[in-house]
């Protein structure tokens, strides 16, 4: 019996290089998922089931996914929206199943005289692949960050 190339890659590969249809299936759902959920309910929804059971990814391995992602979404155009909101959710999405704790922030900030919102990843306390720093043209108003192992993830507690 002969193993798939799917089956045969390793879960670490898996998560740290998803399919090509799978990042761009997800994203084109992103505006869908924010429309009917609110940002608390997001949190639970963009997390792992289970805890990581990888160890984190490197910083190289981080930046790797980012520029992969990034490469699909553009190539996803129009099924998939440009934009944070896409970009921010798909990223935190792939990149919390790959084990990085990661962060995604969003904010509200005056520009050109118009008041206008970011979405961002966060990265070991900075934003990641970002072309400027955000934090200084956007104050932060609400953050996403990797739940904590527990009951959640299935993990019994003793005590």
């Not at 429309?35 to 929804?45: A, G, Q």
């Not at 008041?115 to 990641?128: A, S």
């Amino acid at each position: 019996m002969q193993t798939s190339w799917w089956s045969s890659r390793a879960p670490e590969d898996r998560a740290r290089r998803p399919s090509a249809l799978r990042v761009l299936l997800f994203a084109a759902a992103v505006p869908v998922l924010l429309r009917l959920l609110k940002l608390p309910e997001l949190r639970f929804w963009l997390e792992p089931r289970r805890g990581p059971c990888l160890p984190p990814p490197t910083a190289g391995e981080v930046a790797a996914m980012v520029q992969r992602i990034d490469r699909l979404l553009a190539s996803g155009r129009p099924l998939v929206r440009s934009g944070c909101l896409t970009r921010g959710v798909t990223l935190y999405y792939f990149l919390r199943r790959a084990g990085a704790g990661v962060s995604l922030c969003f904010g509200m900030g005056e520009l050109k005289g118009r008041f206008e919102g970011h979405c961002w990843i966060v990265c070991q306390g900075e934003p990641l692949a970002e072309t400027r720093d955000p934090r200084p043209l956007f104050a932060e108003t609400w953050r996403i960050d990797p739940l904590p192992p527990g009951p959640l993830f299935g993990e019994v507690r003793n005590g």
